[in-house]
C-alpha cells in the first residue's frame, strides 16, 4: 500500500500543566490531497486519568487505541488499581516495538505523581516532556508553542495555548483543519472532552 493511499491525521499537541494535561487537535483526515474525512477523532480517552493524541494512518491509530486501551483495563481488573502514566506509555512503547504502526502518539495523564506526558514514535521509541506537537502541522504549532507555553501555567490557560497552535497549523498546514478537538485531564475531573460549543468560545474568545 502507498503511503498516499492511508487515511492520515495530521496536528495534535499535548501540554503539562500545573494542575493536569491538555490535549488538542484539528479534525482532518487526508488521502494524499484529498481531504477524506472532515470529523476525524484523533482524542482518546484510554483510562479516567489517562488520555491518547493520534497523527498517523487512522486504521493503525484505531488499532494501537484498542490495545492499549484494552491492556490498562486489564491491568486495572488484575491489580485493582490504575495503571501509572508511565507504564502505559512503555506499554504501549512494547506494542510499538513488537509490530510498529504508522502513527504518532501523544499519551498523557495524572497519577499520585502528578501529570506527564509522553510521545511514542512509529516503532516505540519514547520520550517524556512538558509540551510535545506532532504531525505536518507541527512545525507552526511549536512556533506557538515555543512562544506561550510555559510550565507553570494551569489548564484552563493551557487550553488557550493549544487552540493557538492547533489554529495556526490549520492557517498554514493544508493537510489540517474542519476544527478543533480539546480535551482536558485533572485529579479532579479525570478525563473531560470539552464540547464542541465550549471549543468555540474559546476560539471566538482568542480571536
Same mark, same amino acid.
Given at each position: ?5 492511508? @487515511? ?22 487526508? $488521502?494524499? =490531497?484529498?481531504? +477524506? ?7 482518546? %480517552? ?7 493524541? /493520534? +497523527? ?7 488499532? &494501537? ?8 483495563? !486489564?491491568?486495572?481488573?488484575? =491489580?485493582?488499581? /490504575? ?18 504502526? #504508522?502513527?504518532?502518539? &501523544? @499519551? ?5 505523581? *502528578?501529570?506527564?506526558? #509522553?510521545? &511514542?514514535?512509529?516503532? *516505540?521509541?519514547? $520520550?517524556?516532556?512538558? $509540551? ?10 511549536? *512556533? ?5 507555553? =510555559?510550565?507553570?501555567? #494551569?489548564?484552563?490557560?493551557? /487550553?488557550?495555548?493549544?487552540?493557538r497552535a492547533i489554529k495556526s ?9 474542519? *476544527?478543533? @478537538? ?10 473531560? $472532552? !470539552?464540547? +464542541? ?6 476560539? %471566538?474568545? /482568542? =480571536?
Open positions: 500500500m502507498n503511503d498516499k493511499d492511508l @487515511l492520515k491525521g495530521t496536528t495534535t499537541v499535548g501540554l503539562t500543566c500545573k494542575d493536569g494535561i491538555v490535549f488538542a487537535t484539528e479534525r482532518r483526515a487526508t $488521502m494524499g =490531497n484529498l481531504v +477524506a474525512h472532515k470529523v476525524a477523532e484523533k482524542i482518546f %480517552k484510554i483510562d479516567d486519568h489517562i488520555g491518547a493524541t /493520534i +497523527a498517523g494512518s487512522v486504521s493503525h491509530a484505531q488499532v &494501537l487505541m484498542k490495545y492499549i486501551s484494552a491492556e490498562v483495563a !486489564l491491568y486495572r481488573l488484575r =491489580n485493582g488499581a /490504575i495503571i501509572s502514566v508511565e507504564a502505559a506509555a512503555t506499554l504501549t512503547a512494547n506494542i510499538l516495538h513488537s509490530s510498529p504502526l #504508522y502513527v504518532q502518539t &501523544l @499519551l498523557g495523564g495524572v497519577d499520585n505523581k *502528578g501529570p506527564s506526558l #509522553y510521545s &511514542l514514535d512509529p516503532s *516505540g521509541g519514547v $520520550m517524556k516532556d512538558m $509540551m510535545i506537537s506532532t504531525g505536518s502541522g507541527s512545525p507552526m504549532a511549536y *512556533g506557538v508553542l515555543e512562544d506561550r507555553y =510555559n510550565e507553570d501555567m #494551569y489548564v484552563d490557560e493551557g /487550553i488557550d495555548t493549544a487552540i497549523a490549520m492557517e498554514r498546514d493544508t493537510f489540517s483543519g474542519n *476544527g478543533i @478537538l480539546v480535551a482536558t485531564i485533572t485529579a479532579e475531573e479525570g478525563f473531560k $472532552m !470539552l464540547s +464542541a460549543e465550549e471549543v468555540e468560545k474559546k476560539v %471566538k474568545e /482568542i =480571536n
